[in-house]
């Protein structure tokens, strides 16, 4: 990459708890000698800024939002639209194009073409040369219309589940094409990114893995126990409800197993209510939101991670749970199985059913040494393929 060469980084929300793999890439870029300004739609709330490298990225990203809501920038951004006539129309035709079905839907496009508006002016003062984005949905419409109206060209990293929901509302085809390249977090997401775009640009989605820093997960000298660790956001699409069940069938095995849920989310009261039915209030902890520094702690302390999703891309806290040299149990959906053999790193279940996962769970902890060995094929997988430096080298390469 050239001296002059400069990426606006985009996502809705940054620095986000749920999203600390966007942060580590943003670094591993920037150690590399890229020069990474951070943008985002929105600002995030102090329970966000666990960390002092949430705190500085807090501090330093340009949130569209914001800006928009001083009169003197979004009409400078407008002027400054309106000054060139050829783009400003190409823009609008896009906008149009590629606005959802229905008045509510088109009325949101509309803001989605001043936030473009903004950023797109904002990239142009600060001489950006390449704008990247994270996810495929609002964020990535604002990126794609801020390139059409500045000539600078967009790129996006593809995910799912959630940018597979809705293709259709998103335009996923339309931005494919638009993007210069796509870069896509695992073979499946790779397929679906195949089956919702022309042929002709199936050369731009290039593999290019979420990843974790190996190294801040040391493998912990302890001796085993039953402490059961779930990371995630308390959301419907993470399970809990299912490693809750599992977990109180495996209790009548061993009374002494704990579970510790890192996170928070819309669905917390109803699982702490849930905690309560089962009797399991002297066994579960709910921490809350925890620093990176927190995560690594409680992996280090744990003997099996659970992540029983119904719907995931290719989980980063997993590859933190193996990196920390822990056996694994969860789901076969998606990219998982890209990431988790069954038998030799974890253990993978068929998605949404208690007793299977009991069983599973029940396994792995029944077996010490063979859930050490699980743990340590894991850590080599994760150095292996899932080192966030190596895939930002990747990553670099594509945005030069």
């Known amino acids: 990459m050239t001296q002059a060469t400069r990426i606006a980084y985009l996502t809705g929300e940054y620095p986000a708890v749920s999203h600390t793999f966007i942060l580590r890439e943003v670094l591993a870029l920037r150690a590399l000698g890229y020069d990474v300004q951070t943008c985002s ?80 002016h904002h990239c142009a003062r600060e001489k950006i040369t390449g704008i990247h984005n994270h996810f ?24 799912g589940p959630a940018d597979f929901l809705d293709t259709g509302r998103w335009h996923l085809g339309d931005k494919i094409a638009q993007a210069r390249f796509v870069a896509c977090i695992s073979n499946f997401c790779r ?25 801040r997960y040391a493998p912990a000298d302890r001796p085993p126990g039953r402490e059961v660790l779930f ?56 921490t809350g939101y925890l620093s990176q520094d927190e995560v690594a702690a409680e992996l280090a302390r744990c003997d099996l991670f659970a992540l029983p999703s119904f719907a995931e891309g290719v989980p980063v806290v997993l590859m933190e749970a193996m990196a920390s040299a822990r056996p694994v149990l969860t789901t076969r959906i998606a990219g998982i199985p890209e990431l988790v053999e069954d038998g030799v790193s974890g253990r993978i279940v068929a998605p949404g059913d208690a007793d299977i996962f009991a069983d599973a769970m029940i396994d792995i902890l029944a077996q010490p040494e063979r859930a050490a060995r699980m743990g340590q094929a894991g850590r080599q997988k994760v150095r292996a393929e899932f080192d966030v430096r190596q895939e930002a080298e990747k990553l670099g390469r594509l945005l030069a």
């Open 231 to 286: 990371i995630g956001r308390l959301a419907a699409a993470k399970g809990v409800p299912v490693l809750l069940e599992a977990f109180a069938k495996a209790r009548a095995t061993y009374p002494d197993a704990r579970l510790t849920l890192v996170g928070d989310g819309p669905a917390r009261k109803e699982l702490e209510a849930r905690t309560r039915e089962l009797g399991l209030t002297d066994a579960v902890r709910f």
């Open 191 to 215: 397929s679906q990114g195949m089956l919702f775009s022309d042929d002709r640009h199936w050369p731009r989605l290039q593999i290019v893995h979420c990843g974790v820093e190996p190294d």
């Open 41 to 120: 739609i929105r600002r995030t709330g102090p329970e966000h800024h666990r960390g002092p490298d949430e705190k500085v990225a807090a501090e330093t990203t340009f949130y569209v939002l914001d800006a928009a809501k001083n009169p003197g920038n979004l009409l400078g951004a407008l002027g400054w639209a309106l000054a060139r006539p050829g783009r400003f129309w190409r823009m609008i035709r896009l906008a149009l194009k590629t606005r959802p079905a229905g008045i509510k839907a088109t009325v949101w496009q509309m803001f989605y073409l001043l936030e473009a508006m903004v950023l797109a």
């Open 136 to 159: 495929a949905m609002a964020s990535s419409s604002v990126a794609m219309l801020a390139s059409e109206l500045s000539g600078i060209p967009y790129s996006f990293t593809l995910h």
